[in-house]
């Protein structure tokens, strides 16, 4: 009696690896956090709607990080963290300002959250485009071109947090609103490179008192948070400057080296470019003289 064959055994799907879906996790994270904020604010709980954005922006910035980390960064992460940005910094911030004071103006309080949006959805799509540039100088990752999504959405919703801590008398104007939206969308669009803060180091030396300052920063986040989150970012208003001045020192130092190396003939070559072959070695004899 003949043995059957035995089948091949089927070969099973690879499944993913889950650390490459937590920056997914964090995504969608935010994308709901910043849509809960709408949530709030169609009831009128302000605080609450800008605490929402505030931790869709934290989970913003951890996602990217986290994604490097476990090695997990694809297209699709990258195309779907786009699409949460736009909607959570570019759409609810908008919103969000619209029903607390903006519909005072009516048409004209529209076309200028509109103005906001727009700015948003350019400055993604830049960013976007220039991740795929071959010809970006690797030191030129250190910095963003213009204001990024996450901050934009929390310096234009600043009037709205200091009407938190001042009262809403002042900074709930239409006119000082717009005014804000109107300057952040510039910056987001502008051309301004801004720090990223990405590849950040501690020296060694001011290990402990990093510490002790991310210490008093979170006790008085607790105690003074919208102050606290104002303050910061004023701080962050004062580093545009700086940032600018860094990168112009960056790009000036590559332009000056990438013109040294163009003048700078190969060593095998004389400096009118005819190439100088190097001669055959001499012998033994020849490098004793003539006999004699």
Do not use: H
Request: glycine share 8%; with cysteine; proline share 8%.
């Amino acid at each position: 009696m003949s043995e059957q064959p035995i089948p091949p055994r089927r070969r099973r799907l690879a499944g993913l690896s889950f650390n490459r879906l937590i920056p997914n996790m964090l995504t969608l994270l935010a994308l709901c956090a910043g849509l809960t904020a709408i949530r709030f604010g169609l009831s009128d709980q302000w605080e609450n709607a800008v605490l929402a954005v505030m931790v869709a922006a934290i989970l913003d910035g951890l996602d990217g990080r986290i994604a490097r980390i476990l090695k997990g960064a694809s297209k699709f992460g990258a195309e779907l963290d786009s699409l949460a940005d736009f909607v959570s910094f570019g759409v609810v911030p908008a919103l969000l300002l619209y029903l607390w004071t903006m519909d005072d103006l009516g048409r004209f309080g529209w076309i200028l959250v509109l103005v906001f949006t727009v700015a948003c959805v350019l400055r993604l799509a830049r960013f976007n485009t220039f991740l795929e540039d071959p010809d970006r100088p690797a030191w030129a990752s250190n910095f963003f071109t213009g204001v990024p999504a996450p901050m934009g959405a929390a310096l234009v919703l600043l009037p709205m947090m200091l009407s938190f801590q001042f009262g809403a008398t002042f900074f709930r104007s239409p006119i000082v609103v717009s005014v804000f939206l109107v300057g952040v969308g510039a910056l987001m669009v502008s051309r301004l490179p801004t720090f990223s803060f990405k590849k950040f180091k501690v020296p060694n030396r001011w290990v402990l008192p990093t510490m002790l300052i991310v210490g008093l920063y979170g006790a008085l986040l607790i105690n003074a948070p919208w102050m606290t989150i104002a303050v910061t970012l004023v701080a962050y208003l004062t580093s545009i400057p700086f940032g600018y001045r860094a990168y112009r020192r960056m790009a000036q130092r590559t332009a000056a080296a990438t013109a040294e190396t163009a003048t700078t003939p190969p060593s095998d070559s004389e400096p009118n470019g005819v190439t100088v072959f190097p001669s055959k070695p001499l012998s033994q004899r020849d490098r004793r003289g003539p006999a004699g």
